[in-house]
């Protein structure tokens, strides 16, 4: 049996927690060791105790969470010294990011003590045995890693240099090695992850609006990367003027991470396109959803017919200085190429001998064709109006045809629909010269068209079409047949016209 002072102190008990619990207050429950209370669900209160503190306090109670609802603590409204010691927690990335949210806190972000200790944890110097360093060195690379005499933002700066140079250093390490086919880098595909390049384009609108857009498929072929752009929030094509080609790298790459695309990047200009010339001089192919237009170089941009509304955006870009054009140009200027230093020709009288040409047909992973010919050569005597003629399929040998495999067709997907257009593919080339260096090359939609039988030629059962490409280095025009009975097309013609004033650039000669 409760005592009269237990009473009083349970009493008392019950005033405090009314401040705290629900308006239905609180029910008391003898029992053999005292009272047990619990949440009343009624309207009215067992103990006239516990409802007269409840009556008196509950509107304060409500005015105080009504004010504190309406008055946040903002972050900004700490003093600095809490601020850094919460940044001193945060990762290099993370911190750049912190650094653009207004000025005060890209001063604090750039604080020599956090980022000398993400420094020196970063680039820690690995010792190869067990011998204690001399106290001289440990004093002298502690005096290394001052922070008083360097201005603000000082170790911010030397930390994403080295990260910068350790990256691009890998990247050189990886390019070196050749592929002997191809002529380019072989390990292209690692060198995509070492940097985390991805490719992203940018819609400018008349009024100077831009829309940047991250590509929705990847695809990695022999010797190119066709990147893909579709989606429902296409800005109206009536309202833009330009598009950018750009490559992205992370400023800080984490090879044991995918990138991110929240994190700060790097922007890499490698072409800008005008979306005015999308006219029938540059309609390459339809289907019953969509025509697509050529945009050189490289660009494929897809329109829906009915609408006339962007529906997807191709780039087809060669691996040949791939990497350094995405990572080394900027957001204005693309990446220039070392000038070119002429290579010696000891027989220019003997015309272009010793190259080789590497070809493949494709479309969003599918193959056509994937071909290599080597030992390639022309005479001097084969020039024509300005070019020279390097034939690498003679019509008249039949044993140098060569089939296509597959049905060709330029895939494409939305997010609504997907389709082919015939007689389309991507066509990448690849023509070394004679010291195994790239002379030319190019990744580019094409199409078939239908032509006459040639007359200088023998005559095929079946129709003829031809390809045709041309760019400031040269011209590819391809023969082929279709053949009813195997229902596939034959190559039985190709041939390049090679620019002369390419040629005596790359020689320093004079045809």
Not at 400 to 425: A, M, N, Q, Y
Not at 471 to 491: A, C, P, Q
Request: glycine residues 6%.
């Amino acid at each position: 049996m409760a005592t009269g002072r237990a009473r009083l102190l349970q009493q008392h008990w019950l005033g405090v927690q009314a401040l705290r619990l629900p308006l239905g207050g609180l029910r008391a429950i003898p029992g053999s060791s005292g009272f047990r209370f619990t949440f009343r669900k009624g309207p009215g209160v067992q103990s006239a105790a516990a409802s007269t503190p409840l009556r008196k306090h509950a509107p304060c109670e409500r005015h105080r969470r009504r004010a504190s609802s309406h008055c946040p603590v903002r972050l900004d409204s700490l003093p600095s010294e809490i601020l850094l010691k919460i940044l001193s927690y945060l990762d290099a990335t993370t911190l750049l990011c912190t650094g653009c949210v207004n000025r005060r806190f890209y001063h604090l972000a750039n604080d020599n003590f956090i980022w000398i200790r993400i420094y020196s944890t970063a680039f820690s110097p690995k010792r190869c045995n067990w011998r204690i360093d001399p106290v001289e060195k440990t004093v002298a690379s502690m005096k290394a890693l001052s922070v008083e005499d360097k201005e603000a933002g000082y170790w911010k700066k030397e930390y994403i240099a080295k990260r910068i140079a350790s990256v691009k250093a890998a990247l050189a390490q990886v390019l070196k090695l050749v592929n002997p086919y191809t002529g380019l880098p072989a390990k292209t595909k690692e060198a995509l992850r070492i940097s985390g390049l991805g490719w992203v384009i940018i819609l400018k609108e008349k009024n100077g609006k831009e829309h940047v857009m991250e590509h929705a498929d990847l695809f990695i072929n022999h010797s190119s990367v066709m990147a893909v752009w579709y989606g429902k929030n296409w800005p109206c094509l009536a309202t833009l003027s330009t598009l950018d080609l750009c490559g992205v790298t992370p400023v800080l790459m984490d090879w044991h991470k995918p990138p991110t695309k929240n994190g700060p990047r790097w922007p890499s200009l490698i072409a800008k396109y005008s979306l005015s010339n999308l006219t029938d001089s540059t309609l390459v192919g339809c289907d019953r959803f969509v025509r697509i237009f050529h945009l050189n170089p490289g660009l494929l941009v897809g329109l829906w017919k009915r609408a006339e509304e962007l529906a997807f955006v191709m780039a087809n870009l060669h691996f040949h200085h791939l990497v350094e054009k995405s990572t080394l140009g900027s957001a204005a200027f693309p990446y220039e190429l070392p000038p070119h230093i002429p290579l010696l020709d000891d027989s220019p009288e003997y015309g272009l001998h010793g190259y080789q040409l590497h070809v493949d047909l494709h479309s969003s992973g599918t193959f056509y064709l994937c071909s290599t010919f080597r030992n390639l050569f022309t005479k001097q005597g084969y020039i024509e109006n300005g070019y020279v003629k390097l034939i690498v399929i003679h019509f008249q040998n039949s044993t140098e045809h060569l089939p296509l495999i597959g049905k060709v067709g330029l895939s494409w997907r939305t997010d609504v629909f997907d389709g082919c257009i015939k007689s389309c593919s991507v066509m990448d080339v690849t023509l070394l010269d004679e010291y195994g260096k790239p002379f030319w090359c190019f990744s580019s939609p094409v199409c078939m068209r239908s032509s006459p039988n040639p007359s200088d030629g023998p005559y095929f059962v079946g129709p003829t079409y031809c390809v045709d490409y041309e760019d400031s280095t040269g011209t590819v025009h391809v023969e082929l047949v279709w053949i009813e009975e195997t229902e596939e097309y034959f190559i039985v013609s190709l041939v390049l016209y090679l620019s002369i004033a390419k040629i005596n650039h790359w020689f320093g000669t004079q045809y």
